[in-house]
């Protein structure tokens, strides 16, 4: 319990949610018979898991969309919480799930926030409106109906930022939440806030009643806590998260996942689905085709690299791969540079030697290193790692799994330690007790 204590404390839960819910599945876990597959150790974390997935909400909970549009959704948060990149974020996924949506520039407090928001529109295609006025009640009132006379089925509003003790920007908030009167009104949260995320979202609770969060910077160092502490504070569920800088990164909360990711157990099925989106099905076949016959080109690395990077930042898909997430605490990045030094590499090469690597000599290798700014020790090691690749897709494609003996100390992959071959010494103490 104590373990579970500093995960959830480290996570950035709120003090009096980490002491209700440790009582809580203690009271469970005590007395409970363990089933014959897990251990008692198991048992708990089981216990964890299902007790945190239902702290934050059964199921996913997206947003409620009217029979009679336009749909309106209301966006308010702190100052510098990430409310005009979330509101474009948005736009996109609704974009992507069939809708028309569109934007009204309230956000008048903020220099060039309004150019900021009509330049995110033209980078994903989503129409903005915006009008030179200072009270966003009239930008609110005239920017609705402007853009469902434009055809737009969901407008989302970007108010401006502030404080939840700046009694002023709040009444504002209520004025412009009364005029527009949203279908879905978002609290746009900072994962790094921590356990001040209670206070705030008890502080908008207050003047806004606010359906559901809509969280950002999940990719950064925070593992959710304050998902967490919002969920058991104020009743309301987390309905969207941000999980990096990109505009095509805003997924929708899964708190089964979220449970995961703050115990440190990793986020398969989120791993599968950005693979998903990130790879084409006729770029997995033909990979899938080479990977069986056992070829691993420099075109095959080249073009899984693709896929990887079109998965998001590095360090957040190995985040959601279990058991990478703990061994990566304490650094502070992964080189994501030395991918690139690899790529350049790989890019130096004619395509004659992409295909057959075999055919670089001395005086091409000295070449390719020249052209991509590496040496020729750094290509060395390069043909060196794609020949161990190649050996390893040799070896599966035959159904067998690769032999780590020499990595494991003498233990090859099934586990089994090789017996010594019995020398001539062996033979004669054996024989000798046999006489015995």
Do not use: W
């Not at 806004?208 to 990719?219: N, P, Q």
């Not at 750094?378 to 040799?394: C, D, T």
Request: proline share 4%; charged share 30%; with cysteine.
């Amino acid at each position: 319990m104590r373990e579970i204590r500093l995960a959830l404390l480290e996570a950035d839960v709120n003090l009096e949610v980490v002491k209700s819910f440790v009582a809580q599945v203690r009271e469970r876990a005590i007395g409970v018979d363990v089933l014959k597959s897990l251990s008692p150790g198991q048992q708990v974390v089981k216990i964890v898991h299902e007790e945190l997935t239902s702290l934050m909400g059964a199921g996913a909970s997206g947003l409620a969309f009217t029979s009679r549009p336009p749909t309106v959704v209301l966006l308010a948060g702190l100052q510098g919480s990430g409310k005009t990149t979330a509101a474009a974020k948005l736009a996109l996924h609704l974009r992507k799930q069939g809708r028309k949506p569109g934007m009204v520039a309230a956000d008048l407090q903020r220099p060039a926030a309004v150019d900021q928001l009509e330049q995110l529109g033209k980078q994903i295609d989503v129409p903005v409106y915006r009008e030179d006025d200072s009270n966003p009640v009239t930008v609110v009132r005239t920017g609705i109906p402007a853009l469902a006379d434009a055809g737009c089925d969901t407008v989302i509003l970007d108010t401006a930022g502030r404080l939840h003790v700046d009694e002023a920007l709040m009444d504002e908030l209520e004025r412009v939440r009364d005029e527009s009167k949203p279908t879905n009104v978002l609290l746009v949260l900072d994962a790094m806030t921590g356990q001040e995320a209670v206070n705030v979202a008890l502080a908008f609770q207050d003047r806004v009643a606010f359906d559901g969060v809509l969280m950002t910077k999940l990719d950064g160092d925070a593992r959710g806590g304050a998902a967490l502490s919002v969920k058991a504070v104020t009743g309301r569920p987390i309905k969207l998260i941000s999980v990096g800088e990109k505009l095509d990164q805003l997924e929708e909360f899964h708190p089964d996942r979220m449970a995961s990711r703050i115990l440190g157990m990793g986020d398969v099925l989120t791993l599968i689905e950005r693979a998903e989106a990130a790879v084409e099905e006729d770029e997995q076949k033909v990979l899938e085709e080479r990977m069986l016959q056992g070829q691993f080109s420099f075109d095959d690395f080249l073009r899984s690299y693709k896929m990887l990077r079109r998965m998001g930042p590095l360090q957040g898909v190995l985040k959601l791969v279990p058991g990478l997430g703990k061994q990566l605490e304490g650094l502070d990045d992964v080189d994501e540079k030395q991918l690139a030094r690899v790529e350049a590499i790989i890019l130096s090469m004619t395509p004659a030697e992409r295909a057959r690597p075999a055919i670089l000599d001395g005086s091409r290798r000295q070449r390719v290193a020249r052209g991509s700014g590496t040496s020729v020790e750094e290509v060395n090691r390069l043909l060196e790692a794609r020949k161990q690749m190649e050996k390893l897709m040799k070896g599966m494609s035959r159904g067998k799994l690769p032999d780590l003996g020499s990595l494991a100390g003498g233990v090859p992959a099934d586990g089994v330690p090789q017996r010594r071959k019995a020398t001539k010494s062996n033979k004669k103490k054996k024989r000798t007790k046999s006489r015995r």
